[in-house]
């Protein structure tokens, strides 16, 4: 499905149950999301084990668990805080990807998105794609 912008079409994803079907229980994805956090802002130092890793793909990664984090979070408590967050977090993986459209795994990609309500189904296209890719970018 081709999304026009500003048209108000919705981008097509899958729903949170199956984007979110192999993540992290919350409590997990949190402590791993904020570990990658340090790592990004230099107060933690990334374990030496494995390839060396892409900086914009590390980048990605954590924006974009750190929004699919926030989505499942205000799908759980849909009040104004964590539905605010969520919408945050995902305007900043869709920003990152507009400057690295080559980082983008699923059909539609961040240029089109231009209406508040895609930027979460965006994430949850984008996690499902990343998850069956294998995780790229950690």
Do not use: F, K
């Amino acid at each position: 499905m081709n999304v026009i912008p500003n048209s108000g079409e919705v981008i097509s994803a899958p729903p949170p149950h199956e984007a979110y079907a192999n993540a992290p229980d919350l409590r997990r994805e949190m402590h791993q999301v904020l570990a990658l956090g340090a790592e990004r802002d230099g107060r933690q130092a990334r374990p030496v084990t494995g390839p060396p890793v892409d900086a914009t793909a590390a980048e990605r990664a954590w924006r974009l668990r750190q929004a699919a984090l926030m989505d499942r979070m205000a799908l759980d408590d849909p009040r104004p805080g964590p539905v605010a967050a969520a919408a945050e977090t995902a305007e900043q993986l869709v920003l990152h990807d507009r400057c690295h459209p080559d980082l983008v795994a699923g059909p539609h990609h961040p240029e089109a998105i231009t209406l508040a309500p895609s930027r979460r189904l965006y994430v949850r296209q984008e996690y499902a794609a990343w998850t069956a890719a294998g995780h790229p970018g950690i």
